[in-house]
C-alpha cells in the first residue's frame, strides 16, 4: 500500500497469521520501504497464552477496517431516537452535536457526518470517525 491509511489509536482487524481476526489499536507506524508501511497492533492480554501485553507488527496491507455500525456507536455513548439517526452531545468549544445518519447514503454507500446539521464528510469505517473526531479536538478512542 502506497500510503498510509491508519495512525495510532485507529481500530483495525488484524488478517494475516496466527492473530488473523483479532481486533487492536495502532500504537505506531513507519515506513519500512518505499511504498510500504509497517504497524505495530496492541491486541491485548493472553494472545498465544501469555498474560502479558501484545502486540503484533505486521504491514498495512495486512489489517482490515472496522465497518461503523450502530452498536458500536452506542457503546461509544452515542444516542438515537429513531434507530437510523444517531448523534453524540458534544457541548465543546463551538460545537454543540455530530450526527451521523445510516438511512441515507451517498451514492457510494458511504455515510454522512454532519457537525451541527452541516454536512462535514463522508465515511464507512470507524478509524474515519476517529480521525475526524481528533481533527476536532474530542476525544476519539472508541469501544468495538
Not at 519500512?32 to 504497524?39: E, F, N, P, T
Not at 497492533?41 to 493472553?46: D, L, N, S
Request: hydrophobic share 35%; with cysteine.
Amino acid at each position: 500500500m502506497n500510503k498510509l491509511e491508519y495512525i495510532p489509536g485507529d481500530i483495525v482487524k488484524i488478517e494475516y497469521g496466527e492473530a488473523t481476526g483479532k481486533i487492536g489499536f495502532v500504537t505506531i507506524t513507519f515506513l519500512r520501504r518505499k511504498g510500504c508501511y509497517s504497524l505495530v497492533v496492541f491486541i491485548g492480554k493472553g494472545f498465544q497464552g501469555s498474560s502479558k501485553d501484545d502486540w503484533i507488527q505486521t504491514y498495512n496491507d495486512e489489517v482490515s477496517p472496522i465497518p461503523l455500525t450502530p452498536d458500536i456507536l452506542e457503546k461509544n455513548g452515542w444516542r438515537t431516537q429513531n434507530r437510523w439517526y444517531y448523534y453524540l452531545d458534544v457541548a465543546e468549544g463551538f460545537i454543540s452535536y455530530i450526527g451521523i445518519d445510516f438511512k441515507h447514503k451517498s451514492n457510494k454507500g458511504h455515510l454522512y457526518v454532519e457537525v451541527d446539521g452541516n454536512n462535514m464528510v463522508e465515511i464507512q469505517y470507524c478509524h474515519e470517525l476517529q480521525h475526524l473526531l481528533f481533527g476536532l479536538g474530542l476525544k476519539h478512542e472508541m469501544d468495538v
